[in-house]
């Protein structure tokens, strides 16, 4: 089936640039459940519903708002997305991770996304922020499966590092001038919508994850396809200790994340004050 993926962009695009003909955002933002308070830092100059830019899917998930938001961030250019979309809404990769297309077409040069996770690396706990260092994709499905549009990216993208290392420090030194406690580790992904079992949990571990979730690759592979630097974010919603695994409600995941989202927010900004330092030595 041929795609026709750079055309609908370029729709997107012209819509976005009818509300915001002279927007050029540097940073693109996700901004996942209970992480939407980050908002408030920003100066809007534009906002978009998704449903009125094409082929953007509608949203369904609580705590995802759907607007699209063009402003500034600590004098920063940025796109933010409010809310984004997950493989269980019905949606496959390409679709869920479309709003990147646009983001990257804009003239953005690196993209910042959180989202909540279930913390399994015994160290961590409720509430912990993690600096995203890999992933693993156990999604099954993946946005650049179909021909490939040269003028959106090569065909073969390179994922030896697909967060950027510099980028990583970057948060590692700002978090530790904030004294905010970070750790580093590997994302899981896949599909949900349901929580995993205690069986899951133990392979996830296995295979070298520290927490999972049912979002972000999408957007990353999408991103490093782009040209994008990526820089990833996870707070720790709950724990899955497969010993000690009690039932969760989606209330206090998002509980968890917005109290933890304080800590994000203030690390986000002191990286963008600094992106036009010296990157730090590896």
């Not at 021909?147 to 948060?171: C, E, F, Q, T, W």
Request: net charge negative.
């Amino acid at each position: 089936m041929q795609r026709h993926e750079w055309e609908h962009v370029q729709e997107a695009l012209a819509r976005v640039r009818s509300e915001a003909p002279e927007a050029r955002p540097r940073v693109g933002i996700v901004l996942g459940t209970g992480l939407g308070g980050l908002v408030e830092e920003i100066r809007i100059e534009t906002t978009i519903p998704y449903t009125e830019i094409p082929y953007f899917p509608r949203p369904t998930v609580e705590g995802h708002a759907g607007r699209f938001l063009l402003g500034t961030l600590g004098g920063v250019p940025v796109a933010a997305m409010e809310g984004r979309y997950h493989l269980y809404e019905g949606y496959n990769a390409a679709q869920v991770a479309f709003p990147i297309r646009v983001i990257a077409a804009l003239g953005a040069e690196l993209l910042i996304v959180s989202n909540a996770s279930g913390g399994m690396n015994p160290t961590y706990d409720k509430g912990d922020l993690v600096v995203i260092d890999d992933h693993i994709n156990l999604m099954g499905a993946n946005p650049l499966i179909g021909p490939n549009d040269d003028r959106l990216g090569p065909r073969y993208p390179d994922m030896s590092r697909p967060y950027d290392p510099a980028l990583i420090k970057l948060a590692m030194e700002e978090a530790l001038k904030l004294g905010i406690a970070v750790k580093r580790g590997v994302y899981v992904g896949v599909v949900g919508p349901n929580l995993e079992t205690r069986a899951e949990y133990r392979f996830l571990r296995l295979i070298g994850a520290d927490v999972v979730g049912m979002s972000t690759i999408p957007e990353v592979l999408t991103a490093i396809h782009a040209g994008l630097r990526v820089l990833g974010f996870s707070i720790v919603t709950d724990l899955c200790l497969p010993d000690a695994l009690e039932p969760v409600e989606i209330a206090d995941i998002l509980a968890t994340a917005n109290r933890a989202e304080g800590k994000l927010r203030r690390l986000v900004l002191a990286i963008l004050a600094r992106l036009d330092q010296p990157a730090p030595r590896n």
